[in-house]
């Protein structure tokens, strides 16, 4: 077993004469849901890249999937389980310590659709997709975060989704999971960022098995989470962003933000509600909005507005 690293150990130097290229020799990553599709995108892109790589998924797909990234000269192993289980996770994060030391990189991916409409969905099936995606990033970030911060180093990705920031028919679960995943990231960036830790959302539009047959073959081609995965490794560099929502698919890159606009002050009392009504236009005005740095500065911002100057100490 390779000792611990201490805190403050970012892991060894490596050589890599063209900064501009991503390369990530030496990084241990675990990769949830990896079996197919995205995560595999992922795992391979990720190896190739000289990350070390934990496959998981909750079938044996798992296993193909680290046997073709040996196969091509990289290293990897197999955790076959349920990112619902705190105590399988917890033991996915120790082999990886024992096998490799460290681990540098989660990629929070794992994820399973049970679509309806609200009317027709069974609150069992919206407990279990909250449950892999939500609770299933937590209990992956939970045993990771202890290791990441006595590193002074680590990158984590949420697996979110335009269904959450925006909305689609029919996914009130997943939308409500992913959409809880982007309040997970903003915090865990913040609580992370003094100990090296960056934590990001990735947001992909790809293609699933589910649709072939389905979508035109033109759009499948460009729909293929090969497009995607290139996005995850701008999210794991050594300069990485921070509470970024980067959007992928097709080739195309977008960043989403949460914004705020500069709204309006309006006095309290019986006739407020018709107020705000009244102003909704100049309320929802988006010139000059911008990005609150944490929920704080919004507090401050409001309180600025209503007149409010805190006491300074002499």
Not at 118 to 146: S, Y
Not at 273 to 298: G, H
Request: hydrophobic content about 45%.
């Amino acid at each position: 077993m390779r000792p611990r690293p201490g805190r403050g150990s970012a892991g060894p130097s490596r050589p890599n004469e063209d900064k501009s290229v991503i390369r990530l020799d030496g990084r241990v990553a675990i990769v949830t849901g990896a079996g197919g599709g995205l995560g595999r995108s992922h795992a391979l892109l990720l190896a190739q890249r000289g990350a070390r790589v934990v496959v998981n998924d909750a079938g044996a797909a798992a296993e193909q999937v680290a046997a073709e990234i040996i196969a091509a000269g990289g290293e990897a192993s197999a955790a076959v389980g349920s990112v619902t289980d705190y105590e399988f996770v917890a033991g996915m994060t120790a082999d990886a310590m024992q096998r490799w030391g460290r681990v540098d990189i989660l990629v929070n991916n794992a994820g399973i659709l049970r679509d309806r409409t609200f009317a027709k969905m069974d609150l069992d099936d919206f407990r279990l997709v909250v449950e892999v995606h939500l609770m299933g990033a937590v209990n992956c970030t939970k045993a990771v975060w202890d290791t990441m911060r006595e590193q002074a180093w680590g990158r984590i990705v949420m697996t979110t989704s335009s269904s959450g920031l925006y909305g689609n028919f029919g996914q009130s679960n997943y939308g409500a999971a992913k959409m809880a995943l982007v309040g997970l990231m903003q915090t865990l960036g913040l609580e992370g960022e003094k100990y090296g830790i960056r934590v990001n959302c990735l947001a992909p539009t790809a293609a699933t098995q589910m649709m072939e047959g389905v979508l035109p073959a033109e759009m499948l081609r460009l729909l293929k989470p090969d497009h995607v995965s290139p996005g995850l490794l701008a999210l794991v560099r050594e300069d990485a962003p921070n509470r970024a929502i980067l959007c992928a698919g097709a080739g195309g890159f977008e960043a989403a933000r949460i914004s705020l606009t500069r709204g309006v002050q309006l006095a309290t009392g019986d006739g407020a509600p018709e107020a705000v009504a009244a102003q909704w236009a100049a309320i929802i005005d988006p010139a000059n909005d911008f990005v609150p740095d944490n929920a704080l500065r919004q507090s401050e911002m409001e309180l600025a507005r209503a007149g409010y100057a805190p006491e300074r100490s002499s």
